[in-house]
């Protein structure tokens, strides 16, 4: 005897919508992402430069250094408190 495979009506079938815990999970694993790469990557990066280019007499570049940590650090604090 044999078994009867039914294969779902093409029709009938809902689409496929992401459900609420797969777009909490991508939301936290992006808010990690973004807190690993503000807080041990860019955030010292753009302190070491700025002090670098403070003492090497070139304060444009420093300010810009400063702009982008008062960039990075609001939203670093954003994706730490969102984990």
């Known amino acids: 005897m044999g078994q ?3 294969f779902p009506d093409k ?10 815990d ?5 939301i ?12 041990f990557i860019a955030g010292p990066m753009l302190a070491i430069y700025t002090v670098g280019f403070a003492t090497t007499s070139h304060p444009v570049s420093a300010i810009s250094c400063v702009a982008g940590l ?3 650090w ?3 604090r954003f994706a730490y408190k969102r984990i």
């Open 4 to 6: 009867v495979i039914a």
């Open 11 to 20: 029709r009938s079938a809902k689409p496929s919508v992401v459900s609420a």
């Open 22 to 26: 797969r777009k909490a999970a991508f």
């Open 28 to 39: 936290t694993g992006l808010c990690a992402i973004t807190y690993l790469l503000g807080f």
């Open 70 to 72: 008062l960039a990075v």
């Open 74 to 76: 609001p939203i670093t």
